[in-house]
């Protein structure tokens, strides 16, 4: 059990749909991750988040959107949803600004686009 | 454009044999490369490297960087059936902290 807890686990929804994917980083990380895994695609990382401020962007879509609140959680918001945002979407934390430390990875949400 | 190759894309051995891994990488504004395990569920963490030519060791894993070839390679001695699993590169750069990851290896270990 790495610390990071993400919710739902398991989440099966139409296309055209928005969906909030909840994170909880481990206690006293102020670093919170986005990744999706798809099967063609790999892990790819989407958006960093340091102490509720926007620290580094990857390839994230336009109608995905992630905020950090003051308790350091963090909600990932996929909107406009297509068969092709399936994937499993992990959160991670740390306790570095720079992802110079290790990242712990929570067990992830399994979003299905029917 | 930034990447990371992996190869192989998988192998199955016998416990016992010995792997290596590898990872080659293009990034710009090299700042670490790290290893991670992928069983069923989440990745976990194995190494980060940041340094040419020292290796990290754990038990039975290892790793080393060169950054001069741009490559990282992950020995894995006397492989037992839990080692079985995905393995994923991951290179991180200084523009814009962010984190590519390799397509991973997959390695079945057979009793």
């Known amino acids: 059990d790495s610390g990071v807890t993400q919710t739902p686990k398991h989440l099966i929804t139409a296309t055209g749909q928005r969906v909030t994917l909840r994170c909880s980083p481990r206690s006293g990380d102020l670093s919170v991750y986005w990744y999706q895994q798809s099967l063609d695609q790999g892990l790819q990382f989407l958006i960093q988040y340091y102490n509720g401020e926007e620290r580094a962007k990857g390839n994230i879509l336009e109608r995905f959107s992630a905020q950090q609140f003051p308790d350091l959680h963090s909600e990932l918001n996929l909107s406009s949803l297509e068969l092709g945002d399936s994937a499993l979407y992990f959160c991670?934390?740390?306790?570095?600004?720079?992802?110079?430390?290790?990242?712990?990875f929570g067990p992830g949400t399994r979003l299905t686009v029917l | 454009e930034d990447k990371v190759v992996q190869s192989p894309l998988s192998l199955v051995v016998h416990e016992g044999d010995t792997v290596t891994l590898n990872c080659s990488y293009e990034?710009?504004?090299?700042?670490?490369l790290l290893w991670y395990k992928q069983e069923k569920k989440a990745p976990t963490f194995l190494f980060m490297l940041?340094?040419?030519?020292i290796e990290k060791k754990s038990g039975r894993l290892s790793s080393i960087l060169d950054k001069k070839e741009l490559f990282s390679i992950l020995n894995i001695t006397a492989t037992q059936t839990g080692d079985s699993a995905v393995y994923l590169c991951a290179v991180e750069n200084t523009g814009g902290f962010k984190t590519i990851f390799g397509a991973g290896t997959r390695l079945f270990v057979k009793a």
């Open positions: 940041t340094s040419s030519g």
């Open positions: 990034v710009t504004n090299f700042r670490s």
């Open positions: 991670a934390s740390s306790d570095s600004m720079n992802s110079y430390n290790e990242q712990f």
